[in-house]
């Protein structure tokens, strides 16, 4: 079994407003924390599929900002934004999230994303808080499942060309 089939990402409902994503890597905290915040990295593996950044723009503290544009499948860019609400370096980050692409805007949801490190490994865990039920089973719906398991896939073959 390789490193990433190991470590495979699971999506659990806490509540009906919730979904958390979890993922373990074989890095340290600060390194992961690296990858999920810079925009240099994040250009290297956000994405599902054949979709990738065309842009990536991130400021990194209470109040700022990022926003990112994806090149979709369909020819039509999407964009996910948000603001931070806390960002504690290596270990936690809270901010909005929402999407938006011609046709469609997502309604925001509070992403809380904890980065525990215990022996050399670390597990992101990324719980996503909706407004409504009807919101949380419209995101799901969406195919975050399996889009998400495909970033993290990336994510961890991104972190192992940062060692």
Not at 19 to 36: G, H
Not at 48 to 76: E, I, S, W
Not at 109 to 123: D, I, K, P, Q, S
Request: with cysteine; hydrophobic share 40%.
């Amino acid at each position: 079994m390789d490193a990433i089939t190991k470590h495979k990402m699971t999506l659990a409902l806490p509540s009906d407003l919730e979904f958390t994503l979890t993922r373990s890597f074989d890095a340290p905290a600060a390194l992961v924390f690296r990858a999920w915040t810079e925009a240099k990295h994040l250009k290297q593996w956000y994405g599902c599929g054949a979709t990738g950044l065309t842009k990536c723009d991130v400021d990194l503290q209470v109040n700022g900002g990022f926003r990112y544009t994806m090149a979709m499948a369909d020819g039509v860019d999407g964009t996910i934004f948000g603001v931070y609400r806390e960002v504690t370096s290596g270990s936690r980050l809270v901010y909005t999230h929402g999407f938006v692409t011609d046709s469609f805007l997502s309604p925001n949801c509070l992403v809380t994303v904890t980065f525990v490190e215990a022996n050399g490994r670390t597990t992101l865990t990324s719980t996503l808080l909706h407004n409504s039920k009807a919101d949380r089973d419209m995101h799901l719906s969406a195919g975050v499942e399996a889009g998400a398991a495909v970033s993290l896939d990336r994510l961890e073959v991104h972190i192992r060309s940062m060692g």
